[in-house]
């Protein structure tokens, strides 16, 4: 189950490695579908195209985060998925949908972890002075951007960085990352 908010590049990332490396024959694992809380992000169309179920749960639709997550814990558990994967999915999640599915809802982050958590970390990094950003891929717990880690990935920051180039250096890493790291915690739990 993947969980997305926009573009999908990740969500697109992830199911081209689950077909050329034949998760279903190596972990009986697919993804079972793809849910957006937006109507108008672009991974439903990709999804779509490869023939995966959808779904939209509009956050703005419900009066509270409690109500909202009620709904797309719903809409998760018809599929019954074993694993909850956050890829850009830009919705802060209460604590009880996040007990709901410790321990299997993972989330891939946009800089090292623990530097950077929260928005614009691109952009930051720069204005930090850092020499490197990179991305975390890690477990979610209630702590915001602080979950176990299970994975990051280091690219250089140029001089002339700015924070979109930055930001298509460290999705190229994440589109390589996070499906690994989804493959080594489904081998870990087969
Ligand atoms: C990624 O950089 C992700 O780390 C961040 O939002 C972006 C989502 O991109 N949280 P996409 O929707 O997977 O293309």
Redesign the pocket.
Known sequence: MIL????????AAIVRAAEREQWARHFDARVAAVISNKADAG?LALAQAQGIATAVVAHQDYPSREAFDATLADAIDAHAPALVVL??F?RILTPGFVARYEGRLLN???SLLPAFPGLHTHRRAIEAGCKVAG?TVHQVTVDLDHGPILAQAVVPILSDDTPETL?AR??AQ?HRVYPQAIASWLSETN
């Open positions: 997305i908010s926009g573009g999908g590049s990740n969500m991974g890829a850009g830009m891939i982050h946009p991305l930001a460290v999705l994440e």
